[in-house]
């Protein structure tokens, strides 16, 4: 089976950019039968709502990288399934405070969506057992602070953040847009203005600049998505399947922890790592050589005992 990619954009480009990007498609695939397809992120689950009956009419349709769709839409699909997303929110505040029990204040980013309002609620929830001794802000959202976030405001946020404090980058998106390159930029701006760490709770921002985070794992979601697929295609009716979503795991910046001094042990059997610190050679690693050397020494000793027994006198031996 062939297997291609076909970035379709992101949702601030406008109708006729995704018409281009359709005809490209269908010029391409014209004269092929497609056996599925998969929309990775709902602009491409949006876009293939849009232009699937011209594309590939009821050819089946996994969606992943993205919320559960509101279940009357996904119905009215035919032979539409797919993996839900769910962002580790309540997590991830959990990790804050494990790996800085000392955490004061978190400062929460977001945007004026709606996702934004969900998550924040979300994270509201999940500090509550923490209030007594730390507090939860959203600059930009707060009652006598409503005017939302704007590059500049959010450049001097982060380089207000105390070091006894932590930033959870949630959702920014200034321009409408979930692609990864500006979250990993919004991710790598904020960890070079602040003194205090970021964690994230989407993949991308984790090797940009954050701490860490527990967060949906691409390589998870992908390879669920492919599973659902096949089961589609060996039969199985899209429009009844259980599919859960794929857990959210703990992923640490290893180099970013050093530098806030976070002990290994919090996190090192618990997380996966992003740009490891190459750890000194340890006594396993140096016992073989140990023991090449020390049988070399003992050689080196019977040698020469055998050397002077062999050059003494009779009377010496």
Not at 38 to 43: L, S
Not at 104 to 126: F, H, K, M, P, T
Request: proline fraction near 8%.
């Amino acid at each position: 089976m062939n297997v291609d990619a076909l970035p379709v954009g992101n949702a601030q480009d406008g109708v006729e950019h995704f018409e281009t990007v359709f005809q490209s498609i269908s010029d391409k695939y014209g004269d092929q039968s497609l056996d599925g397809l998969i929309a990775d992120g709902p602009v491409a689950y949006a876009f293939l709502r849009k232009y699937r009956e011209d594309l590939a009419p009821l050819v089946p349709v996994v969606y992943c990288s993205m919320p559960a769709p509101d279940p009357q839409r996904l119905m009215s699909c035919a032979s539409c399934s797919g993996v839900p997303m769910d962002l580790g929110v309540a997590e991830t505040v959990d990790f804050i405070f494990a790996l800085r029990p000392e955490t004061s204040i978190v400062v929460g980013i977001i945007d004026g969506s709606d996702e934004s309002q969900r998550l924040r609620r979300q994270a509201e929830a999940a500090i509550a057992p923490y209030m007594d001794r730390a507090s939860l802000i959203f600059p930009g959202y707060e009652p006598g602070d409503d005017n939302g976030l704007d590059m500049d405001t959010l450049r001097d946020v982060a380089a207000s953040v105390p070091m006894s404090g932590a930033i959870l980058l949630l959702q920014y998106d200034p321009v409408a847009t979930s692609s990864a390159p500006l979250q990993s930029g919004v991710s790598r701006m904020l960890a070079d203005r602040s003194d205090a760490p970021v964690f994230a709770v989407r993949q991308q921002a984790i090797g940009s600049g954050a701490l860490g985070g527990v967060v949906p794992v691409a390589e998870d979601q992908g390879r669920q998505a492919g599973l659902v697929m096949q089961r589609i295609m060996e039969g199985e009716d899209a429009t009844t399947m259980l599919v859960e979503a794929v857990p959210p795991v703990p992923v640490v910046d290893q180099t970013v922890a050093a530098r806030f001094a976070i002990p290994a042990a919090l996190y090192l059997d618990k997380a996966q790592i992003v740009n490891p610190i190459p750890q000194p050679a340890t006594g396993e690693n140096l016992e073989p050589m140990t023991g090449w050397l020390s049988g070399g020494l003992l050689a080196v000793v019977l040698m020469v005992f055998l050397a002077i027994r062999r050059t003494g006198t009779p009377k010496d031996r």
